[in-house]
């Protein structure tokens, strides 16, 4: 069992990854963005079955690498959600212009 703990662990840890990093189908998408969606729920099958052929640190290391990034990406999420940027659009176009026309 101490054995299968690892993997099962990181199967768990990708899925909750790929879930959470990967935007939800919509009906018009792409056949290519479709395709790719449907390989990244095999990815933590693959990871989980790797994870069983090589050693124990080498697991633990992609354990705490990915959830090190999920938390990361969380984060940086929920604070652009709550803090959006402003884009001063107006502002940008002008000093392209400038750019633009001094370069000529």
Known sequence: LAYLSIPLLLFVGQKISID???PAPK?????AVKRSQA???YIPFMIGYFALQVPCG??????TS????TATSLAIKTYFKNNPP???WDYLEEQAKAGLNAAA
């Open 86 to 88: 402003v884009v001063e």
């Open 58 to 63: 080498l697991g633990v290391y992609w354990l």
């Open 27 to 31: 009906p018009d998408d792409d056949p």
């Open 39 to 41: 390989l990244l729920k």
């Open 66 to 69: 990915n959830t090190y990034s």
């Open 20 to 22: 959470i990093s990967t």
